[in-house]
């Protein structure tokens, strides 16, 4: 053991040396030089970049208070199979499922929408999503001003209300925290602003690739009125979110939704006779229709990363066989086996 450590000491004390031999060798061959840090550079910014993104979006946790309990409820048809529309599910049917499926803590439904924001003499287009009063408080996260939706927002002839991104609270109010409690204009109809939502925050994550709603980001949350009398069953016109209880798991909380669904299919075969649902947690709902691209992606910047690698090294192997006079040469005047060796590596 002595005699590894004085051989390490030793390479330690030579190492400033070689260092400033190899600068002067890299000075007489600049060509080399740059391509091997062109080459480097860009493997590894590619690399890095990828690696940020598949970390954001695939590894990291969703930002919601235990998201690992929330889950998508998606109807499917019993015969085919197919799913309907964007993962979307009966408005009316999901009253039913919040009441028949013990496992469901609370279950909440959202929409999209467009509205013309009226603002010094102008007006522009914002889209945003129409959610149920609870469907924020189930996310968990608060209004950095103001408060949530009444609990009574969502229901037939109540006031028009609204929650501000912070992006659009900036933007269009000059990040006024007095904004809270004003009346703004949206298509015509006056909407009082209950809250402004943090920074980052957005929801839903995941939207449909369609020409009518071309931003990922929400500007606005307004209440989704529900009338059930107006909402007949089976109909697969809103998206559904639900939270698990403690203790039930997602295998546990889909045998009592399959159920739930036979029930409504016998007490409403009009409409619910051929519909069943299945859930999804809402991680991979959101990450889904990304991951296989964003995987396929990570494995080229892997490629890439291993082909810069194998470059480089065939440079320093070429470089190394022109300076094979130059070693043995060191070696024929005692150098060390180790020490000619790093040589060609620093």
């Not at 998508?72 to 979307?88: A, E, F, N």
């Not at 001003?145 to 009574?152: E, N, R």
């Not at 980052?200 to 369609?210: Q, S």
């Amino acid at each position: 053991m002595r005699g590894v450590a004085s051989r390490v000491a030793r390479s330690m004390r030579a190492l400033p040396g070689e260092f400033r031999q190899v600068c002067r060798q890299l000075g007489r061959a600049p060509d080399f030089a740059l391509m091997v840090i062109v080459m480097m550079a860009a493997g590894i910014g590619v690399s890095t970049a990828i690696f940020s993104i598949v970390r954001n979006v695939l590894l990291r946790p969703l930002p919601y208070r235990n998201p690992s309990t929330l889950v998508q409820v998606i109807s499917i048809s019993r015969k085919s199979g197919d799913s309907y529309g964007y993962g979307w599910a009966p408005l009316r049917d999901a009253y039913d499922w919040k009441t028949m499926v013990p496992a469901f803590h609370d279950v909440a439904v959202y929409g999209y929408a467009l509205l013309n924001l009226e603002s010094g003499g102008r007006a522009e287009t914002l889209y945003g999503s129409a959610v149920t009063a609870n469907l924020l408080p189930m996310l968990g996260v608060r209004p950095q001003l103001g408060h949530w939706f009444a609990d009574d927002a969502d229901r037939p002839g109540a006031a028009h209300a609204v929650m501000l991104s912070d992006d659009l609270w900036r933007r269009e109010f000059n990040a006024d925290p007095r904004v809270v409690g004003k009346t703004i204009q949206m298509d015509d109809e006056s909407y009082q602003v209950v809250g402004v939502m943090p920074r980052g925050f957005n929801f839903p994550l995941r939207l449909a690739t369609t020409a009518l709603l071309p931003t990922d980001q929400m500007q606005y949350w307004v209440p989704r009125t529900v009338d059930l009398a107006k909402s007949p069953h089976g109909l697969a016109n809103a998206g559904v979110i639900a939270r698990l209880k403690n203790g039930f798991t997602q295998a546990e909380a889909q045998e009592q939704l399959q159920a739930a669904c036979q029930r409504l299919g016998e007490e409403y075969p009009a409409t619910n006779r051929d519909l069943s649902a299945f859930l999804r947690s809402l991680r991979e709902q959101t990450v889904l229709p990304v991951s296989a691209p964003l995987l396929a992606l990570f494995a080229a910047a892997a490629l890439v990363m291993l082909l810069t690698c194998a470059n480089i090294a065939s440079l320093l192997l070429a470089r190394g066989e022109a300076r094979a006079g130059e070693l043995a040469v060191r070696m024929a005047l005692g150098g060390g086996y180790w020490q000619v060796a790093r040589l060609p590596l620093l």
